[in-house]
Each structure stands twice: as C-alpha cells, then as structure tokens.
C-alpha cells in the first residue's frame, strides 16, 4: 500500500515537472525579446530556484537560449521541432529590432517586418513612426499580397512557378481605386518589382497611405520583407526611391543575421 502511494506520488510529481516546464516555454514564446529568470518566476508562479533548474535541462536540450551579455533568456530555435513558424519568427523577429529601430530613426516613419503566410502577408514586428501623425500597425495584422508593397515584394522574389501558382489562388479584390485586380497587369508589376529591386504600395491598399518594400534573403528563397510606410503626402514615390537603398541594407544585414544564426544552430 505505501508504495503503491509512493509510486502515485512520483508519477503526479513527474507530470506537475512537465506542466512547470512548458509554462516555462509558454512564458518565453509569449514574451518581447529576452527575459530574466526573476520575470520568468514571476509569470510563471515559480520559485527562482524551479525555475533555473528547469531552465539548465532546456539550455542543455536546446529548447532554451541564454544571451551571455545579459543572461536572459528567450526560445531556442529547436522549438521548431515544436512549433517551427513560432520558433522561426520568434527569432526572426529578435534578430529585426534593433534594424527595423535604425530604418525608423533614419526615417521618422514606420518601419515592419513581414512575413508570408499562404495568400496572405502577416505583420510580426513593427517600430512606430515618432511623429504625431502615423501610421499603427499590429503584430499579427494579416494583409493581402496584391496590394500591398511588403506582399508584393515576397510575391516578385518568390521563384516564378510558386508565384504563377499563388497568384492564380488569390482574390483580386480592388480596396482602393489603385488596386491592381487585373491578373496580367499585376504580373507585369511584379516582373518590374523585381527588376527594380522594391516595391511600392501606391495607396492601393488604403487611400492616403504609400508604402516602400524590400524582400529579405536571396531572390527565389525570400524569408520576409521589410517596409517603411506613411502617409502619402510625407512619402512620395520620390522619397520612396531614395528610402530603398536604405531598406536594401537593412535587408541585407537582417539576412546576415539570420544566417549567422542558423549556423549557429546547426
């Protein structure tokens, strides 16, 4: 009998570690960059000393980083064993903030990152204009490919079988009266997108909004894009023009960084 309550009572503290753990990652899937392991208690309910336990099994299964700079911590990339797109941008989005803060300050507009997903662009980070009149956009925010400059940036980069394919999926619906709906007149824009090197939302997804976009990564393997976008009357397909270059370094140092990183990981 008593070791039958033994064997009980290790199995139900054998399943409380497992619950403590994935709150664990739950916590830093959730949280904004890096996190101490005090904030961590804090969020989970967990004493500092549960906590860096588990903490030092995540580390060693590679579930869990540690910033030696700061000794925070935040998810590891083998959480794309779990969750690959969470995992992914996860890291991605860490690697694009002190860049998307630079386009930001060199511009005094919105700089975002953006990512495809299906037939659709997703916002995962975004750094707010400083001045009084702008624009706000939500990490999460899901916008269509056709109209707008960061979904046709990944559009024109993608190789052109899967962007013949994906363009035959997609619904042309005209949001402003800019909107290119028409299937052969959007080909030619990507065909010039892609020539030029970015690409301009022309108040095509909201009357008085123009938007500037590069993709990031090599032409025919984007991995996101990046944006500046404002209202029309402070950028102008002029300003547009000479933002770009800015925007071409940015994407270039942000794939770097990515690179870098999964050599590391690997």
């Known amino acids: 009998m008593k070791e039958a309550t033994a064997v009980a009572k290790r199995a139900r503290r054998s399943v409380q570690s497992v619950d403590r753990a994935l709150d664990l990652l739950e916590a830093l899937a959730a949280a904004d960059g890096e996190v101490a392991i005090t904030a961590l208690a804090g969020r989970t309910g967990l004493h500092v000393s549960t906590v860096h336990r588990l903490l030092a099994t995540l580390l060693r299964r590679g579930y869990v980083r540690q910033n030696p700079d700061t000794s925070r911590y935040l998810a590891g990339a083998k959480l794309a064993t779990l969750a690959e797109g969470r995992s992914r941008y996860g890291e ?14 060199a511009t005094r507009e919105t700089a975002n990152l953006v990512v495809l997903d299906d037939t659709q662009a997703v916002y995962i980070e975004t750094v707010p204009s400083p001045q009084v009149v702008r624009l706000f ?29 994906l363009l035959d999926r997609l619904e042309l619906r005209g949001y402003t009266a800019r909107t290119l709906v028409d299937r052969p007149a959007l080909r030619r824009a990507l065909d010039e997108v892609r020539e030029r090197g970015y690409s301009i939302d022309d108040e ?9 976009a590069i ?14 976008s404002a ?5 102008s397909r002029q300003r547009c023009g000479e933002i770009a270059p800015l925007l071409r370094r940015a994407a270039a140092e942000l794939a770097d960084a990515l690179r870098d990183q999964a050599g590391a990981a690997s």
């Open 92 to 105: 991605m989005r860490l690697r694009a903030r002190p860049i998307l803060r630079a386009l930001t300050e």
């Open 137 to 165: 956009t939500s990490v999460g925010t899901r916008v269509p490919l056709h109209a707008t400059g960061a979904g046709k940036a990944l559009l024109a980069a993608l190789p052109a079988p899967r962007r013949d394919t």
């Open 204 to 212: 095509e997804f909201d009357d008085g909004v123009r938007c500037v």
């Open 215 to 228: 993709a990031v990564g090599p032409v025919g393997a984007p991995v996101a894009a990046l944006s500046i």
């Open 231 to 235: 209202p029309s009357n402070r950028l």
